[in-house]
């Protein structure tokens, strides 16, 4: 499996953005998101089961992101809606089977920078 990360920019707040991942190769199982902004950990945002469809979100996130995904395009998406400066942060996805532990993840994309000014 390769992930390619997509569709971060600066935007202002309140704004909304579309991450895109689009994995290719087999056995995806689930896809995470994790972003981390400057002089901190990275954090989990959300992941979404390939087979199942089943997703979750992080609580600091919820009702503004959401994670999706198009089969036939092998694509993740994070739809982020009503952005904060706090949000400002490179977001990555990555490819394991599960949870929201970065340590479960073993395939990383490359990041995207997502810059939100207020």
């Known amino acids: 499996v390769q992930l390619q990360a997509s569709g971060g920019g600066l935007v202002q707040a309140g704004a909304s953005l579309r991450l895109s991942c689009a994995a290719s190769?087999?056995?995806?199982?689930?896809v995470a998101w994790f972003r981390q902004a400057p002089g901190k950990e990275r954090e989990f945002v959300a992941v979404?089961?390939?087979?199942?469809?089943?997703?979750y979100t992080t609580n600091s996130v919820k009702g503004r992101f959401s994670i999706s995904k198009d089969n036939a395009k092998n694509t993740v998406y994070l739809q982020m809606n009503s952005l904060k400066p706090e949000d400002t942060a490179i977001y990555y996805c990555?490819?394991?089977?599960?949870?929201?532990?970065?340590?479960?993840?073993?395939?990383w994309g490359q990041g995207t920078q997502v810059t939100v000014s207020s």
């Open positions: 979404i089961s390939w087979s199942a469809g089943t997703s």
């Open positions: 190769g087999q056995d995806k199982y689930a």
């Open positions: 990555a490819a394991g089977p599960g949870g929201t532990s970065q340590a479960r993840y073993t395939l």
